[in-house]
């Protein structure tokens, strides 16, 4: 039986795509270049179909009424790119260990992965914490613009085939494989998941006071989707959430040269305040 709304034949048109690009990158700060048109056709589709609607125009009416908030989300979730996976850019483990044996005593170590997508830099934290300190004395907070991807990493279970990057000591010690429904999968230890905590958070917006200060934040692969006034502005803020000697940590192909006033380089891709 053939639908009566076609949607996989609806084009974008130029006019939507460019309204769709600034709503983007005001709702999230992301710029979205123009070789983005597919992405956002394919994958704002399903919500042309879910609402049974035959143009993109009557889909952007629907995500900029003020009472459709829930819909704005929706949105935010599906062009929000989440790219990620156990102990991306392996240096960056190496200089928190280090920076975690010279910490002050009696004081807890706190990491803030700022854009922790469905949780696999967070987890690989995690690991290294607890490698270093047991499981006591420290603490992750994770945040992210899309609630799609929290819902993912507060559930701390993965395909069983990522746990190949993850190193052998730790997988053993760390990681338990899923049985029976489970099987295929493989999970987080609880020990690990009691020092994590999660909040929804839109980093070009006010951030809550109550997140307190940190010795490393980690925002990595994400100032590549912003431009340079957005990267200016979350990197400033994000300073005032580091602790005097605490680091932002950000992409190796990414930089801060010429972009902010708050933080100067120590090595490459490891910030401090001024």
């Known amino acids: 039986m053939q639908s009566a709304i076609q949607t996989d034949l609806v ?3 130029d006019e939507e795509f460019a309204e769709f690009q600034r709503l983007i990158h005001q709702w999230a700060g ?3 270049n123009d070789t983005k048109k597919a992405l956002i056709t394919g994958r704002l589709l399903k919500r042309l179909r879910h609402h049974a609607l035959s143009s993109y125009s009557e ?3 629907i995500v900029k009424a003020p009472e459709n908030r829930e819909e704005r989300q929706i949105m935010i979730n599906l062009l929000t790119t989440n790219e990620t996976y156990f102990f991306r850019e392996p240096k960056h483990f190496d200089w928190l260990r280090t920076k975690i044996r010279a910490r002050r005593a009696g004081e807890k170590f706190r990491v803030w ?4 997508s469905s949780g696999e830099e967070i987890y690989s934290l995690a690991m290294v914490l607890a490698d270093e300190m047991g499981f006591d004395g420290w603490e992750i907070v994770g945040s992210d613009i899309s609630e799609r991807m929290l819902s993912v990493a507060l559930e701390a279970a993965y395909p069983l085939e990522e746990v190949q990057q993850i190193p052998e000591g730790y997988r053993k010690r760390f990681c338990l494989k899923g049985i029976q429904e489970s099987a295929g999968t493989f999970c987080i230890r609880p020990e690990l998941l009691r020092q994590v905590h999660f909040y929804h958070l839109n980093l070009i917006e006010t951030l809550p ?3 307190g200060k940190f010795d490393a934040i980690f925002l990595r692969n994400v100032m590549i989707y912003f431009d340079k006034e957005t990267r200016k502005q979350v990197t400033d803020h994000l300073a005032g959430f580091l602790r005097a000697d605490g680091n932002l940590v950000i992409g190796h192909a990414e930089s801060l040269h010429g972009i902010s006033e708050c ?10 305040r001024k």
């Not at 992965?113 to 922790?116: D, G, M, R």
């Not at 933080?263 to 401090?272: E, F, N, R």
């Open 11 to 13: 084009q974008l048109s």
């Open 59 to 61: 889909y952007l009416k």
């Open 209 to 211: 006071a109550e997140l």
């Open 263 to 272: 933080l100067v380089s120590v090595q490459p891709t490891i910030y401090a």
């Open 30 to 32: 992301i710029h979205m």
């Open 113 to 116: 992965s700022a854009a922790c």
